[in-house]
């Protein structure tokens, strides 16, 4: 998964992946991790959040000193010169135009083929490959409904805060009950959005399987990498770089 590093890359242009950060102001240890990697990414190219950059995100007016302190730290590294791409994950699909554009990012679609230091490649959460999982993928149609989401957003703050936390304890207690192959991508359907996107490698998270797949697609050689969650207990994360040495995983400790 290459090499760890906490060094910046001061040298050579490099785009950064991350994924599956959960912030929470009940992991610090991960929060902190966080601050320190927006550090070494200034003079990047870009950044790309592939989803579940929080624990959970009820709405762009939840604007407590934690959130405000997330959104200054991404302001930073844009006003460094970085750009900021956000996808939505399982967790932050409320995630709006506001939070963006306070962070100087774009929101991207839900999976986006992307040119990154010389690498063609599709990027996106993942969780639109968890297609055997039918009860997840019908509460995924759900909460990208338009006029769900909006008749969300009117409810109270509280009271989406309330709902937020029930959903991860019901999360939690489902899928401690689902078979492990459930929960992961559906092989045809990696193949057929590759195919589709007319790319070669494909890069996403969600799944908390970090790892390099080699598959074919359309007759040629192929990949699927997955970015890794960030852990409180170990303190690191599996995070993607794409530089002149190519696209690859490395290992972040914090």
């Given at each position: 998964m290459g090499q760890a590093s906490n060094l910046p890359h001061l040298i050579m242009s490099r785009t950064l992946f991350i994924s599956d950060l959960h912030l929470s102001p009940d992991l610090p240890r991960v929060t902190q991790g966080f601050l320190s990697y927006l550090k070494q990414a200034q003079g990047a190219t870009a950044l790309y959040v592939l989803g579940d950059l929080f624990e959970a995100w009820v709405g762009d007016d939840n604007l407590d000193d934690y959130n405000v302190a997330v959104i200054n730290a991404f302001r930073t590294l844009s006003d460094s010169g970085t750009r900021l791409f956000f996808v939505h994950g399982n967790r932050d699909f409320l995630l709006g135009e506001g939070f963006t554009q306070?962070?100087?990012?774009?929101?991207?679609?839900?999976?986006?083929?992307?040119?990154?230091?010389?690498?063609?490649?599709?990027?996106?959460?993942?969780?639109?490959?968890?297609?055997?999982?039918?009860?997840?993928?019908?509460?995924?149609?759900?909460?990208?409904?338009?006029?769900?989401?909006?008749?969300m957003l009117e409810k109270p703050l509280d009271q989406r805060l309330?709902?937020?936390?029930?959903?991860?304890?019901?999360?939690?207690a489902i899928n401690s009950n689902k078979p492990e192959n459930i929960m992961d991508v559906t092989p045809e359907d990696v193949v057929r959005v590759m195919q589709d996107a007319g790319v070669k490698?494909?890069?996403?998270?969600?799944?908390?399987?970090?790892?390099?797949?080699?598959?074919?697609?359309?007759?040629?050689?192929?990949?699927?990498?997955?970015?890794?969650?960030?852990?409180?207990?170990?303190?690191?994360?599996?995070?993607?770089?794409?530089?002149?040495?190519?696209?690859?995983?490395?290992?972040?400790?914090?």
């Amino acid at each position: 998964m290459g090499q760890a590093s906490n060094l910046p890359h001061l040298i050579m242009s490099r785009t950064l992946f991350i994924s599956d950060l959960h912030l929470s102001p009940d992991l610090p240890r991960v929060t902190q991790g966080f601050l320190s990697y927006l550090k070494q990414a200034q003079g990047a190219t870009a950044l790309y959040v592939l989803g579940d950059l929080f624990e959970a995100w009820v709405g762009d007016d939840n604007l407590d000193d934690y959130n405000v302190a997330v959104i200054n730290a991404f302001r930073t590294l844009s006003d460094s010169g970085t750009r900021l791409f956000f996808v939505h994950g399982n967790r932050d699909f409320l995630l709006g135009e506001g939070f963006t554009q306070a962070t100087g990012g774009t929101l991207l679609p839900d999976s986006q083929a992307i040119d990154a230091e010389g690498e063609h490649l599709l990027v996106m959460h993942g969780d639109q490959l968890c297609t055997s999982d039918e009860k997840y993928m019908a509460f995924r149609a759900q909460s990208r409904d338009p006029a769900w989401q909006q008749m969300m957003l009117e409810k109270p703050l509280d009271q989406r805060l309330m709902i937020a936390n029930m959903w991860r304890m019901q999360s939690k207690a489902i899928n401690s009950n689902k078979p492990e192959n459930i929960m992961d991508v559906t092989p045809e359907d990696v193949v057929r959005v590759m195919q589709d996107a007319g790319v070669k490698t494909l890069l996403h998270g969600h799944t908390h399987r970090p790892d390099v797949h080699a598959l074919e697609v359309a007759g040629q050689t192929a990949r699927r990498m997955v970015l890794g969650d960030w852990r409180e207990d170990s303190g690191e994360a599996i995070t993607g770089i794409a530089d002149a040495q190519g696209l690859r995983l490395e290992t972040w400790h914090f």
